[in-house]
């Protein structure tokens, strides 16, 4: 947001969006040092989700889906780190890159033409790639991104309303309730920018959004990898790493000689 006296190793600010953090505070190298930092968590948890998706014998939709938390993370990071224009992008492209991606696993369990879909949506992300980079949407970005992300909502309580696990069910309201903290940590941190920044301590709420929404996507892997070894008849139950973290246990059905 302001600028410090710290001279900056990017250059000027090209980005199109700027957050409620001053630039350059803490490093030459990092423009915003905690919205850029607070990404880590994400990267962790992801990396949690990989290990546990391959030793559980899931699916490579799944690993794929806990790689792209980390790719996302580590373009937010990039772009927090500089607020270059081109790096703002490869933020905003995965994002949707990522819903597409969820809206597969979702959907692809039911649908009938099985190569249509995948086939659909790698067209749909590399045309709005192509489109973002000439056009660099703005406000329409945003409302695109909600757009895809509310198509993948009554699949998500489709699921909820199936699931009779007690542990599974709280891992989806850990869902809910992440995105809902997310959010208004996002719109105080954007709404409330010039109060917060004459004040002794910055709340740092789009910092706050990153860490909620790391777990928040966490949450939504772990219960989608529930439902779906559920789907499969391998009798999952849900662990806790580190005693809180949950994952989840699979016991898959011995094969008949």
Same mark, same amino acid.
């Given at each position: ?32 040092? %905690? ?37 996302? *993370?580590?373009?937010?990071?990039? !772009? ?32 009938? %033409? ?45 699921? %909820? ?11 989806? #309201?850990? %869902? ?5 903290? *997310? ?10 920018? #010039? #109060? ?29 990898? !529930? ?24 016991? #898959? ?5």
């Amino acid at each position: 947001m302001n600028e410090s006296v710290i001279a900056s190793f990017w250059g000027p600010v090209t980005s199109t969006t700027e957050l409620c953090e001053a630039n350059y505070t803490h490093s030459s190298y990092i423009a915003e040092f %905690y919205n850029t930092i607070s990404n880590v968590p994400c990267i962790l948890l992801a990396l949690i989700g990989i290990a546990n998706a391959v030793r559980q014998g899931f699916e490579k939709r799944f690993t794929v889906l806990h790689l792209s938390n980390m790719i996302l *993370a580590i373009g937010n990071m990039l !772009f927090h780190a500089t607020l270059q224009l081109i790096l703002q992008q490869s933020d905003e492209t995965p994002m949707v890159w990522e819903i597409l991606l969820y809206m597969y696993v979702l959907y692809s369990p039911d649908w009938h %033409y099985r190569s249509t879909m995948p086939t659909f949506l790698v067209l749909y992300g590399a045309s709005f790639a192509a489109l973002h980079f000439f056009f660099r949407f703005g406000v329409m970005f945003k409302l695109h991104y909600i757009g895809l992300s509310l198509i993948c909502l009554p699949r998500m309580y489709k699921y %909820y309303i199936q699931i009779k696990d007690r542990a599974a069910k709280r891992i989806a #309201k850990l %869902y809910v309730m992440t995105i809902l903290l *997310a959010s208004v940590c996002w719109v105080v941190d954007r709404a409330f920018c #010039k #109060k917060m920044t004459g004040w002794y301590i910055n709340p740092q709420g789009h910092a706050l959004w990153h860490v909620l929404m790391g777990f928040n996507s966490y949450f939504a892997n772990t219960f989608l990898m !529930f439902c779906r070894a559920q789907q499969l008849g391998w009798d999952p139950c849900i662990g806790r790493l580190f005693g809180f973290l949950p994952y989840v246990k699979i016991c #898959k059905p011995k094969k008949k000689d």
